[in-house]
T-cell receptor, first 113, second 111 residues
Framework: NAGVTQTPKFRVLKTGQSMTLLCAQDMNHEYMYWYRQDPGMGLRLIHYSVGEGTTAKGEVPDGYNVSRLKKQNFLLGLESAAPSQTSVYFC????????????FGSGTQLSVL | GENVEQHPSTLSVQEGDSAVIKCTYSDSASNYFPWYKQELGKGPQLIIDIRSNVGEKKDQRIAVTLNKTAKHFSLHITETQPEDSAVYFCAASSNDYKLSFGAGTTVTVRA
């Protein structure tokens, strides 16, 4: 049972490049989330999904897009990367009936030059 | 939206002493308050949580207290050990699926 798996673990991009971060969970969780973690700012919610085929904006959605075509996967896309998107990105998932109890992946360190 | 403030940002304690982290929240509708621990190079992990109908909850050396009137809650770690060194995040939620996190507290336990 792998839990929440994020790929890749590290990535360096040039300004303007695009990329997709993949999150996969094998716990049959309904809810999935993408957070970014920056020094002194805690974890900020980018986008989230409460079920397959649904997505919604969090508190810092600009510059990112997401898709949840399958229940177990949640993709985060950067269409045109900017240095301000240099961060550590965490995916999380949770059960609808266990509100707020999130399981996090190990993170993706992204640097945009 | 919900605003969660967390203090202190860093905390250094002698092994065996207690550590206390405090958080305040702004949304009076918040009813769920979890605490997460993040070890170096890993994702956050839930260590304890409390709902608004409870004032205190304890799990071995960890306890959380909630004061709904003052809108603040605290994490207490007793008899600290080196493995307690980590970043701790408080969070608050007023619904079933969105958490607002504090900025985090880096705890260092000195041997």
């Amino acid at each position: 049972n792998a839990g929440v798996t994020q790929t890749p673990k590290f990535r360096v991009l040039k300004t303007g490049q695009s990329m997709t971060l993949l999150c996969a969970q094998d716990m049959n969780h309904e809810y999935m989330y993408w957070y970014r973690q920056d020094p002194g700012m805690g974890l900020r919610l980018i986008h989230y999904s409460v079920g397959e085929g649904t997505t919604a904006k969090g508190e810092v959605p600009d510059g990112y897009n997401v898709s949840r075509l399958k229940k177990q996967n949640f993709l985060l896309g950067l269409e045109s990367a900017a240095p301000s998107q240099t961060s550590v990105y965490f995916c999380a998932s949770g059960l609808a009936r266990a509100s707020g109890k999130l399981f996090f992946g190990s993170g993706t360190q992204l640097s945009v030059l | 939206g919900e605003n969660v403030e967390q203090h202190p940002s860093t905390l250094s304690v002698q092994e065996g002493d207690s550590a206390v982290i405090k958080c305040t929240y702004s949304d009076s509708a918040s009813n769920y308050f979890p605490w997460y621990k993040q070890e170096l190079g890993k994702g956050p992990q839930l260590i304890i949580d409390i709902r608004s109908n409870v004032g205190e909850k304890k799990d071995q050396r960890i306890a959380v207290t909630l004061n709904k009137t003052a809108k603040h809650f605290s994490l207490h770690i007793t008899e600290t050990q080196p493995e307690d060194s980590a970043v701790y995040f408080c969070a608050a939620s007023s619904n079933d699926y969105k958490l607002s996190f504090g900025a985090g507290t880096t705890v260092t336990v000195r041997a």
